[in-house]
């Protein structure tokens, strides 16, 4: 069982190096949202606190209520609550406010998806750290730490990005930009110089009371204190980013409307399965086709995006990606008020 439970609802149809799909099914013949609602409600709390007061694989209404309000203190949050529930509304996936879309939910899925599916455990949740109202959350949509999928003996860091969007196609194209944005010398070492100053922003082990899951959360102290050397050392200490990116993992979830759950209502039906199939490897190509034209354009520019980059698509699609938002909009907003 996985942390989560969330393979009861999601499931996962393909577990390949480069691809993962997933999807949520059908219960007599009626699409399981509110199950899935429920999973993402019940990881909201782990979402936004990390492991940075401890692990909290249990907590009170008033823990839930505070990680939702936490929420809402990022503008992008606000406003989307308002574009999708007061103004009835939907942010199209060429918005001009690109920054906007980080409060469609598409960076709660991809934890979900990397906590249950990948075996990861948050290293630093930037929710958590947001400094004052307002501030907009910047960087990488997630950054875990888990198992090496290339080496079984070793760990990894894991750099993730994610997209909530209408049209699959410019859901993967997006995702495309963010590698060309994000995987240059400059922008990691930042990135890795402010992951760096949260080293110390964790509970110590003394004061842990938790006898549940103290042994795993000594366990994650152990890792966090390499991995954030290991940053420290490319971010301060001129070491080499090469030397590091043999252990980056970088997962890219697409998250958008499909077609498929309009044409069916069993997810074991052969067609069905025949359907979302060609469609995850329709985009599967669109992406890593673009990915390789990309590679080609920095073959000699030293830097890291023409590298081999451990990139793996991860695709859930959904039958209403707006329908998705505004219903987590909802939840959230009843949670706030318990």
């Known amino acids: 069982m996985s942390v989560f439970g ?7 149809h393909i577990s390949e190096a480069d691809l993962r799909a997933y999807f949520v099914g059908f219960d007599f013949g009626k699409y399981r949202l509110d199950d899935l609602l429920n999973i993402l409600m019940d990881v909201l709390v782990d979402f936004v606190f990390g492991f940075h007061e401890g692990i909290k694989q249990t907590y009170t209404r008033k823990i839930l209520k505070e990680a939702a309000q936490s929420l809402y ?15 009835n509304g939907e942010y199209e996936d060429d918005i001009q406010e690109k920054y906007l879309k980080r409060g469609e939910f598409g960076e709660l899925i991809l934890h979900l998806i990397l906590r ?60 495309l930009n963010d590698i060309e944005e994000h995987f240059t010398k400059d922008f990691l070492k930042r990135e890795f110089m402010l992951i760096g100053k949260k080293k110390n922003a964790f509970l110590k ?8 899951t103290k042994d795993q959360y000594e366990e994650f102290l152990r890792q966090k204190e390499y991995w954030f050397d290991e940053l420290d050392r490319v971010a301060n200490q001129n070491g080499k980013l090469q030397d590091l990116f043999s252990s980056v993992t ?3 979830l697409c998250t958008y409307t ?3 759950f309009s044409n069916h209502t069993n997810d ?28 080609k354009k920095y073959k000699n520019s030293g830097e890291p995006i023409h590298s ?5 698509v991860m695709l859930f699609p959904v039958p209403n990606k707006s329908e998705l938002v505004k219903e987590l909009h909802r939840k959230l907003s009843k949670i706030q008020g318990i």
């Open 6 to 12: 969330s393979e009861e609802v999601i499931t996962e």
């Open 73 to 87: 203190k990022i503008e992008v949050f606000k406003q989307s609550k308002k574009t999708y529930l007061e103004n």
């Open 116 to 175: 249950d599916f990948i075996n990861t455990v948050p290293l630093v949740s930037k929710i958590y750290f947001k400094d004052s109202d307002g501030i907009t959350v910047h960087g990488f949509d997630a950054i875990h730490i888990g198992p090496n999928l290339r080496k079984s003996d070793c760990s990894s860091i894991y750099l993730g990005e994610s997209k909530l969007y209408k049209d699959g196609k410019k859901g993967v194209e997006a995702l």
């Open 205 to 212: 082990l003394e004061e842990y009371i938790d006898l549940n």
């Open 250 to 252: 970088i997962p890219l």
């Open 258 to 260: 499909s077609e498929v």
């Open 268 to 295: 074991e039906n052969e067609e069905f399965i025949r359907e979302y199939e060609r469609e995850i490897r329709y985009l599967k190509e669109i992406f890593y086709n673009k990915f390789k034209e990309l590679q």
């Open 308 to 312: 081999d980059l451990n990139v793996i």
